[in-house]
């Protein structure tokens, strides 16, 4: 066994007593070293707990002094943050973007506010979303449920500077689909470049109603206002969506076609279930919307002659989903398209009054048919 020069000089006592010091020792520093380590992460844990309680504080609660804050048109989530805590109305962009997430807020909408710097979190969001604003809008864009890509472009050029056929060209425009792909790609998939796809957008442009603040409003400015409203809308069903057997794209075409066929929320439920069985069933959707969308004319009635159209979105000639969209969508609808009624049904049937009716056999259908919905003379 070989020992060091100055170990070989001493007696076998005196080693072991120096190994037993030189223990001792390193003893002390290995407890040393854990002791820095485990302040250090008491220190961090503590660092990282008032990093999240300031950002979740008030700036300064004893301070009431008004701030005007502008929201522009199609400001995001993220965007929003970035204003507010440049605005010094809130200590953390990140943690309130977090914080949002968290809470499943959206609905923010443009504008300018009043707010303080003693104002919570929940106070903020809930007055972005519908607080005092303090100039009121030069006009607002009404956007209705079910309305089409067509239908909003008629609505623009009544009720803004905007041009119908402008904003339609701008709506079939490739180029400018895909640099809106870039800027909203949560939202905006592969699926909506498809060859036989009618307009790109349709489906996505948000229905509520708007305030515009600016007077040069342009196409882009409308675009990207909606869209943010869409994925403002969407942000609290995405989880959902990934585990659903649908892509968002899939998911907007089944709300699209409940937004067109039932007008109560029950409705919507029990309609999708409906869809839901016929899918799992094999057989067409067979929703008299979708055959009226790929007419491509608005109409009151639908005829045989139209049941026969050979279109991807005619849910008549085709199995499973439309290509796409036939319109916009209410939340109602989406949560109605991920949150199916469960039951039997494979066949419904609206009275001239509204009230639908559904059947689990053919035969049961046509009974309905001829009871609530006899045809008229």
Do not use: C
């Amino acid at each position: 066994m070989s020992t060091s020069n100055d170990d070989s000089k001493l007696t076998y006592k005196e080693v072991k007593k120096k190994r037993i010091w030189e223990a001792k020792i390193a003893r002390k520093w290995i407890i040393t070293i854990l002791l820095f380590v485990i302040i250090g992460l008491i220190i961090g844990g503590m660092s990282i707990y008032n990093y999240i309680d300031k950002g979740l504080s008030p700036v300064d609660p004893d301070n009431n002094e008004i701030i005007e804050v502008e929201i522009p048109l199609g400001t995001s989530t993220e965007g929003i943050a970035s204003i507010l805590e440049e605005k010094d109305i809130i200590n953390n962009s990140l943690i309130f973007r977090l914080y949002v997430k968290f809470k499943n807020e959206s609905g923010f909408q443009a504008g300018e506010y009043l707010l303080a710097q003693n104002m919570e979190l929940d106070k903020i969001i809930e007055t972005l979303k519908t607080g005092k604003i303090l100039v009121d809008p030069l006009y607002t864009i009404t956007i209705p449920e079910g309305f089409t890509v067509e239908q909003i472009a008629a609505r623009l050029d009544k009720e803004t500077p905007i041009n119908e056929e402008e904003f339609l060209d701008k709506m079939q425009d490739r180029e400018y689909i895909q640099s809106l792909m870039g800027r909203y790609p949560t939202i905006l998939g592969e699926d909506i470049l498809q060859d036989e796809i009618r307009y790109p957008l349709e489906g996505y442009l948000y229905a509520i109603t708007y305030p515009v603040y600016q007077e040069d409003l342009t196409i882009d400015d409308v675009v990207n206002m909606m869209l943010t409203e869409t994925s403002n809308q969407l942000q609290p069903f995405m989880s959902q969506i990934e585990a659903s057997e649908f892509n968002v794209h899939e998911a907007i075409t089944m709300a699209s076609l409940l937004e067109r066929e039932a007008g109560s929320k029950e409705d919507r439920k029990m309609i999708s279930g409906v869809f839901y069985n016929r899918l799992e069933d094999g057989m067409k959707l067979q929703t008299d919307p979708t055959a009226l969308y790929a007419h491509g004319e608005h109409k009151e009635r639908v005829l045989y002659s139209d049941l026969e159209i050979e279109s991807p979105y005619n849910t008549y000639y085709i199995t499973g989903l439309p290509i796409g969209p036939i319109a916009n969508f209410h939340q109602n609808s989406m949560e109605a398209a991920l949150n199916p009624e469960e039951h039997e049904y494979l066949y419904f049937v609206a009275s001239y009054e509204g009230e639908v009716y559904y059947a689990e056999t053919f035969a049961e259908h046509e009974q309905n048919i001829q009871e609530y919905r006899p045809p008229k003379d």
